[in-house]
């Protein structure tokens, strides 16, 4: 499974969430992409707003975007 956390610097709501998402990331490892630096990256994604996370699996790219819809991602996996 591959997870990656789209924010930028300025995003009040991506603040918020980068506790959750950095002790997530010590677990299962999380890819940090900053918008603005990384625009090739965003554009694979088709990322239109932050935050936004991303998870690859079997089963293909599945996009949840949002501090709730993330929040709640984050907490079925870890439990």
Same mark, same amino acid.
């Given at each position: 499974?591959?997870?990656?956390?789209?924010?930028t +610097?300025?995003? !009040?709501k991506?603040?918020?969430l980068k506790?959750?998402?950095?002790?997530? +990331?010590?677990?299962?490892?999380v890819k940090?992409?900053?918008?603005?630096?990384d625009?090739?990256i965003?554009?694979?994604y088709?990322?239109?707003?932050?935050?936004?996370?991303?998870?690859?699996?079997?089963n !293909?790219k599945?996009?949840f975007e !949002?501090v709730?819809?993330?929040?709640?991602?984050?907490r079925?996996?870890v439990?």
């Amino acid at each position: 499974m591959n997870t990656t956390f789209f924010y930028t +610097n300025e995003c !009040g709501k991506c603040a918020e969430l980068k506790p959750l998402v950095n002790e997530f +990331n010590k677990h299962l490892g999380v890819k940090m992409v900053n918008t603005y630096e990384d625009e090739l990256i965003t554009e694979a994604y088709d990322v239109m707003w932050v935050p936004t996370l991303v998870i690859e699996d079997k089963n !293909g790219k599945h996009k949840f975007e !949002g501090v709730d819809e993330i929040k709640q991602v984050l907490r079925k996996i870890v439990s």
